[in-house]
């Protein structure tokens, strides 16, 4: 029983790189989202998806795309990092009619901008 | 601004002893809060969650306490036990939509043998 599985665990980037992060869950959930953590922030909502096929920002959705690929799928994509960009990203899904309030979240990618 | 304040920062506690953590907010159209633990290298998980209808809720060492009136409440962690040493995150929740859940800024517990 995997839940929600993210890659890579680990990144490092040079300023102005692209990359993807890669996020799917198993559990059928209608529901995901990319949250940042920053020290002494919380966790803070970058994009979510209610349902296939839509997506809506989120609290601090500059600098990022997602895609909702199917429902199992959900990436987030940086088009040019920036050392602000540095943090630790977490995936989370949900069952439908829950919101994020019964969210399951994925062990996180953490990700260095040089 | 912050939505949820979350203290302290850090606690350590001696086990067997009571862990409190305390959170407060200011948007009464919050409707439900919910506990997150965090353990290294971890996502957070669902650990305990009250509506404000109630004021207690206990589920086994951990209860929450809610004041409505004062906008607060908080996380008790009775018996505490090294394997309690985690980030705790409080967060409060609008009643509608997808984006609605505000985390606080987290608590390191460390709980020393």
């Known amino acids: 029983n995997a839940g929600v599985t993210q890659t890579p665990k680990f990144q490092v980037l040079k300023t102005g790189q692209s990359m993807t992060l890669q996020c799917a869950q198993d559990?059928?959930?209608?529901?995901m989202y990319w949250y940042r953590q920053d020290p002494g922030m919380g966790l803070r909502l970058i994009y979510y998806?209610?349902?296939?096929?839509?997506?809506d920002k989120g609290e601090v959705p500059n600098g990022y795309n997602v895609s909702r690929l199917n429902k199992r799928e959900f990436s987030l994509r940086l088009e040019s990092a920036a050392p602000s960009q540095t943090s630790v990203y977490f995936c989370?899904?949900?069952?439908?009619?829950?919101?994020?309030?019964?969210?399951?979240f994925g062990q996180g990618t953490r990700l260095t901008v040089v | 601004q912050q939505q949820v304040k979350q203290s302290p920062q850090s606690l350590i506690v001696q086990k067997g002893g009571i862990s409190i953590i305390n959170c407060a907010y200011e948007n009464t159209a919050f409707d439900y809060f919910p506990w997150y633990q965090q353990f290294p290298g971890k996502g957070p998980a669902l650990l305990i969650a009250i509506r404000p209808d109630v004021s207690e809720k206990k589920e086994g060492r951990f209860t929450i306490s809610f004041n409505k009136s004062a906008k607060q409440f908080s996380l008790h962690i009775m018996d505490s036990q090294p394997g309690d040493s985690a980030t705790y995150f409080c967060?409060?929740?609008?009643?509608?939509?997808?984006?609605?859940?505000?985390f606080g800024t987290g608590t390191r517990l460390t709980v020393i043998p």
């Open positions: 998806s209610a349902s296939e096929g839509t997506t």
């Open positions: 989370a899904s949900s069952p439908r009619g829950t919101g994020n309030l019964k969210a399951f």
């Open positions: 559990m059928n959930h209608n529901s």
């Open positions: 967060a409060a929740s609008l009643k509608t939509g997808a984006n609605n859940l505000f």
